[in-house]
């Protein structure tokens, strides 16, 4: 069973930061592709990252690049997004996405809020 756990979200000041994790089982982790996506309320859901099965490249959403970074453990299974100079309009539920060749696995999401 492919299980996709979010965790790290919370509440943070504008300027501040924090790092999701997403820990991953059920699957060839090392060979997947990993993304996180986030949904705002009213806003359609938006692809923030984009890593590559072995991390060696990424790719972000316009609105996150230089602010955001993904990386992955693959010995841990696990993915990261660490979010630096959070604005408020990063507010949103944050998931995380298994690309795999016969579907896509999506986690329950873990909420970030950035308000003063």
């Known amino acids: 069973q492919v299980q996709l756990v979010e965790s790290g979200g919370g509440l943070v000041q504008p300027g501040g930061s924090l790092r999701l994790s997403c820990g991953a089982s059920?699957?060839?982790?090392?060979?997947?592709?990993m993304r996180w996506y986030r949904q705002a309320p009213g806003k359609e859901r938006e692809l923030v990252a984009v890593?590559?099965?072995?991390?060696?490249?990424?790719n972000y959403g316009n609105s996150v690049k230089g602010r955001f970074t993904i990386s992955r453990d693959n010995a841990k299974n696990t993915v990261y997004l660490q979010m630096n100079s959070l604005k408020p309009e990063d507010t949103a539920v944050y998931y995380c996405?298994?690309?795999?060749?016969?579907?896509?696995?999506w986690g329950q999401g873990t909420q970030v809020t950035v308000s003063s």
């Open positions: 996405n298994a690309d795999l060749p016969w579907h896509d696995y």
């Open positions: 059920g699957f060839t982790f090392g060979s997947a592709r």
């Open positions: 890593i590559t099965s072995a991390g060696g490249r990424t």
